[in-house]
């Protein structure tokens, strides 16, 4: 499934919330060093058994494989 998503980096808790055809997700890491980045891919792993990031690596608007 490819999913659309806008990243909030810095935020104090790891969540996902749907808003039309975007997910919002807000990760507690900070976008440096692609640290926001490799949390998003752990939790959503955790929670749909896999992801990868297709587009946007350096940016908060992304395009998602799970």
């Known amino acids: 499934m490819i999913i659309s ?3 909030h980096a810095n935020s104090k808790e790891f969540k996902i919330e749907k ?3 975007v997910l919002e ?3 507690r890491s900070p976008p440096e060093d692609n ?3 490799l949390e998003i891919i752990k939790e959503l792993t955790k929670k749909y058994g896999s992801c990868r990031i297709i587009r946007g690596a ?3 608007k992304k395009v998602l494989e799970i």
């Open 5 to 7: 998503a806008k990243v």
């Open 19 to 21: 808003k039309g055809d």
């Open 25 to 27: 997700i807000y990760v």
């Open 35 to 37: 640290k926001a980045n």
């Open 58 to 60: 350096k940016s908060k």
